[in-house]
Each structure stands twice: as C-alpha cells, then as structure tokens.
C-alpha cells in the first residue's frame, strides 16, 4: 500500500531482493531474511515512502552493470552517492559528444527494459535532470524518484494490485496519490516515447549535416507518437542507434571505452 512509483506493482521476489540488500541493517544480504528488527523495518518503510532511490541504488548496485550511481550511505532524508553531471547541462555539446550520449541512453533504457533477471524498469516521467553522466563519460540513471519496477517472472494478471490500500505513510511526502492505470498496460514503448519526446530534440537538434539531420529528426518525430507499438519503438531506436553509431569518436573524452574502442 505504500504511495511509491518504485513499488506500485510489487512481486514477491522484488519484495525479497529489498530485504535481502538492505544495507542499512547489521548482517545485511542474508538469505534467511530474518536479520531486520521492527526499528529497521520502519526505517525501510519511511525511506521507501518518502525517498526511494536510494533503496534502488542498493539493490540494483552499478557494480553488477545496473546504471545506477554507486550508493555511498545515507542517514534520514540524506543520502550520498557518487557525482554526476545531468544531462541537461550537455544540451549545447558538440555532435561526437552528443550522439555518444544519445547512443548510451538508448542502449541503456532497452537495458532497463530487457535484462537477465527479467525486471521491467519504466520511468512515469522523464526530463533532462533524469538521466547524467560521470567524469568518464558514463550514462547513467541519475534520478529514480519517477522510476517504477515491473516483475516480468509474474504472470500479467499477477501484476495489478488494489491501488486503493492506504497505510501510516501513504501521504508523508506528498499529496496521496491519485487513481494510477493497470500495471498490466504499461509497455516497453513508454520509456522510448519519453525518451524522444523530453531528451532528443534538446540533444540533437540542429548538430549534424543536412540528410544526417533530417533523418534524425524524422526519427524522433515517430518515435515521439503515443501511437506506436512497442516492435515499433524499438525498430526506430534500433536505427537511430546505426545513424548515430560512425559519429561516436574514439578518443580519450570517452575514457569509459578508451583506448579499447581503437581495437575493437
């Protein structure tokens, strides 16, 4: 009943995975889950209600290729993670830089999407503070309040809940929330449609030579239409990844793949 994005369609194995890498705890990662007193599960339910990310940032940890912050620690309201720079602040960079980001951010929201342990990841809202990158040139997810998590392993007519249980925290950090779609109609082409519509126009728009430019933008003009199928999406991602692809230099500004990018 928590009023969170992050759990509003909850599984059993996500609830398990948050308990078992809660780190907030002595004898954190244990595997019979009983390592928790009731100060410590009220302390995970308050952080989860009123901030989620970083309760995302320990279970889903970037050391185990998620693109995810590395979590630090936290106490209260405050957490620490490791730096980055939004997304938004590169809106003016030149056309290598910019379509390396674009590439990564594509490449990473189909991650989010399909991964080995069949975790549905899809963002409710997305804009150019979202999304950032480290010194090394990394993409990363910089900000999951709006993120939501949805267990593929589930059966679909497992996933909807009754979005009208109420608990002691379901108003704590906001208004209580208002009547929220079926979990089972949220699809892969959301992240994509937001991708397109909140992040690529201010990355690409008017950086390449004129053919490039307009394919580009007539890439990100579909992929913007609520219409579109999730097969769809990912055709036209797939292709803006290709056009994208030869302006991705290769030199010591992306230190994240350089030098290997020279022999690959």
């Keep these: 009943g928590l009023p969170v994005q992050f759990l509003r369609c ?3 194995r996500l609830l398990d995975r948050i308990i078992r890498r809660y780190t907030e705890v002595f004898d954190a990662c244990s595997v019979y889950m009983t390592h928790l007193t ?3 599960k009220m302390r995970l339910l308050y ?12 279970i889903f940890p970037g050391a185990e290729g998620w693109p995810f912050p590395k979590y630090l620690g936290s106490c209260g309201r405050l957490f620490v993670s490791t730096s980055s720079h939004p997304l938004i602040s590169l809106n003016d960079s030149t056309p ?4 390396d980001l674009v590439y990564q951010l594509l490449q990473t929201i189909h991650h989010l999407s399909n991964n ?11 804009d150019g503070s979202t999304f950032g990158t480290f010194s090394d040139g990394r993409l990363f997810v910089r900000d999951t309040s709006s993120l939501g998590i949805i267990d593929l392993q589930n059966e679909k007519s497992d996933r909807d809940r009754n979005i009208e249980e109420t608990d002691l925290f379901s108003c704590l950090s906001s208004d209580c929330p208002p009547i929220l779609s079926s979990c089972s109609n949220i699809t892969e082409r959301q992240n994509l449609i937001l991708v397109c519509k909140n992040i690529l126009p201010y990355l690409l728009s008017g950086k390449f030579p004129g053919s490039t430019q307009q394919e580009i933008d007539k890439f990100i003009g579909v992929c913007s239409n609520n219409l579109i199928n999730d097969l769809e999406a990912w055709k036209i991602s797939e292709k803006l990844m ?4 030869p302006w991705r230099a290769c030199d010591p500004r992306f230190a994240y793949r350089y ?3 020279k022999y690959s």
């Design 10 to 12: 909850p599984s059993q």
């Design 38 to 40: 009731d100060k410590d």
């Design 47 to 58: 952080t989860l209600s009123v901030n989620a990310h970083p309760i995302v940032l320990q």
């Design 96 to 99: 290598e830089i910019a379509a």
């Design 116 to 126: 080995d342990l069949n975790y549905f990841f899809y963002f409710t809202q997305i």
């Design 242 to 245: 290709n056009i994208l692809r």
């Design 259 to 261: 030098p290997e990018c």
